[in-house]
C-alpha cells in the first residue's frame, strides 16, 4: 500500500478532469471516475491511477465500497445544455440538475466518512456561470448557483474540511466545442484558458499551508 494521499477525480477521463489528475499525479493516487471506456482506460494507464466507472447520476453505496481512503475528492464532471427558458424542457432542467448537483451531493455523501478520517479536501469545479447567469445559460447557471450553495453549506457543516469553489472562465476543452456549437459561434481557443492553466489553480488550493483555506478560487482568461 501507498503512504501517499489519494484523489478521487469525477470526469477524469478527458478535459479538465484529465489536466487535473495529471497535475495531481506527482503527489497523488489517483482514482479517475468516468462513464469507461477507452479514454479512461488510456489516462488510467498513462498515470498508473485506479479507474472508477459508474454512473453518477446512479451511484450508491455499492459503488463506494472498497475504494479506501480518500483524502481529495474533486468534482469535475459536468453537463451543458443551452437554450431560453421558454424553450428548455423540464427533462433538460431534470439532467442537468442531476449531474451537476445531485451526483455531486450524493458521492460526497458516500465519501464522507474518508474524508472526514483524512481531514481531507473537497473542491468543487463550478463556472463563471455560477456568478453571473446570462440568457439561454438558464439551467447551466442554475445548477452552478445551486452547486455553490451546497459547498457553502458543506465547508460550514464540516469545519474538518477543506472545501473550495473554482469558477473558471472558458476553458479549451471538448465540452467547450459542444458549447460553441450550440451557440453557432467559431472555436476560438486562443481566447480561452488552458485547461493546464485551471488545473494549477485546482493544485494551489490543494496545497496551501496547513492554516490556510482556499475558500473560492476565480480563474478567467487573460
Known sequence: MSDRPVALITGGSRGLGAAVARALAPAYDLILGGRGGGKLDEICKEL????F?????EIT?????????????VHSAGVVTLGAVGETPIRVWRETFEVNVFAVAELTRLLLPSL?????QV??????????????????????????AYADVLRQEE?????????????????QRGVRRQEGGDYEPHRYLKA???????????????????TEVVVRPR
Open 123 to 148: 473542491v468543487l469545479v463550478n463556472s463563471g456561470a455560477g456568478r453571473n447567469a446570462n440568457p439561454d445559460w438558464g439551467s447551466y447557471a442554475a445548477s452552478k448557483w445551486a452547486l455553490r
Open 53 to 57: 466507472p459508474v454512473e453518477l447520476t
Open 116 to 120: 472526514r478520517a483524512a481531514k481531507g
Open 48 to 51: 498508473d491511477a485506479r479507474p
Open 61 to 73: 453505496q455499492r459503488d463506494v465500497e472498497g475504494l479506501g481512503r480518500i483524502d481529495l475528492l
Open 196 to 214: 493546464e492553466s485551471v488545473a494549477k489553480a485546482v493544485v494551489a488550493a490543494v496545497t496551501a499551508p496547513a492554516d490556510a483555506h482556499l
Open 159 to 175: 469545519p474538518e474540511l477543506r472545501v473550495t469553489t473554482v469558477y473558471p472562465g472558458r476553458i479549451d476543452t471538448d465540452m
